[in-house]
Structures are given as structure tokens and as C-alpha cells.
């Protein structure tokens, strides 16, 4: 498998695992404002945010049968920056400029490992 592939199915698997991570918090954030367990306000979002997180640890591991573990791991960094901008976007957290400043250091440094 070419590492353009390798790399550009690394980067789909943050993006799903970042996406995960939004639906857990609409999840908790629909139980914390008086939802229950069984609302499904919680539900939904709590299931889709698992049955991604569980699909993508497959894929993950299907990708590291063609890639080095501590490359892949370098890339799924993303996660830093995807994260908290999905989180600006859906959610309206504030982002510093010392948070971007940060980013672009996790990009640098994400370059260097994969390009080395």
C-alpha cells in the first residue's frame, strides 16, 4: 500500500475518531442538562459516538498491517486540532491564539515524523 494511502486513511481515521468525540460530548452535555440514560437526546448521540469509536479501533487496526505504529501514532495527533476547532464550530468554545500557536507546532511536528 503506497504511504499516500497509508497516510490519507490515517487522517480519515482522526477525522472519525474527532467526530466520535463531538457526539459523546452532545451526548454528556444532553445528559448533564436533566436527560436520562434511557433519553434519547443521550441515547443516540452515545450510540453513534460508540458504534464509530468501535468501528474505527478495526480500522486502525486494519491500517497497522501496512504502516509503522509510531508514524500512524504521529498522525492521529490531528486529533489535538481537530477536536477543539469541531468543538469552536458546534459548540462555541473559545480558542486562544496561543492554542493556534500550539497547532501549528502539532502540524510541524507531524510533518517531520511522517516525512522522515
Known amino acids: 500500500m503506497s504511504p499516500l494511502l497509508i497516510n490519507s486513511l490515517l487522517v480519515l481515521l482522526c477525522i472519525g475518531i474527532s467526530s466520535a468525540q463531538v457526539l459523546m460530548k452532545i451526548a454528556a452535555s444532553s445528559y448533564r442538562s436533566g436527560g436520562s ?24 487496526t486494519w491500517v497497522l498491517q501496512f504502516a509503522p505504529l509510531g508514524r500512524s501514532y504521529a498522525v492521529l495527533s490531528l486529533a489535538f486540532i481537530l477536536v477543539p476547532l469541531l468543538s469552536w464550530w458546534h459548540f462555541g468554545e473559545v480558542l486562544s491564539m ?4 500550539g497547532c501549528l507546532f502539532v502540524i510541524l511536528g507531524i510533518c517531520i515524523v511522517t516525512t522522515s
Not at 440514560?37 to 486502525?60: I, K, R
Not at 496561543?98 to 500557536?101: A, I, S
Open 98 to 101: 496561543r492554542y493556534m500557536l
Open 37 to 60: 440514560l434511557f433519553d434519547t437526546h443521550f441515547l443516540v448521540p452515545f450510540l453513534a459516538g460508540l458504534a464509530l469509536s468501535s468501528s474505527l479501533q478495526l480500522a486502525w
